[in-house]
């Protein structure tokens, strides 16, 4: 599957990625700082990150998969929470 995705669900189509918030760039996120040292690779690496999880996420759209993105700061902050948001989510995915 293109992006190697955390979970799949085959009797949904739907996948779920779990990004961590660093490595992924979430923005306004607390857990998201840029780099201070050796701030051009790491910024070429996270950016490259972004990238390559936009065209993951084109191609399994193509192929009618569902995509749910998990941020780790929401499992953090309120897991149960989340859970049921997500189980939400997959819901109404499948219904649509």
Known sequence: MPGKPDIVLPKFKTVIFVHGCFW???GGCKYYRAPKSNTD????????????????????????????????????????????????????KVNQ
């Not at 191609?59 to 997500?86: F, Q």
């Open 24 to 26: 992924h760039a979430h």
């Open 41 to 92: 690779y790491w910024m070429q690496k996270i950016e490259k990150n972004i990238t390559r999880d936009n065209e993951h996420q084109k191609l399994l759209k193509k192929m009618n998969w569902n995509i749910i993105v998990v941020w780790e700061c929401e499992l953090r902050s309120d897991a149960t929470g989340r859970c049921s948001d997500l189980i939400e989510q997959i819901v109404k």
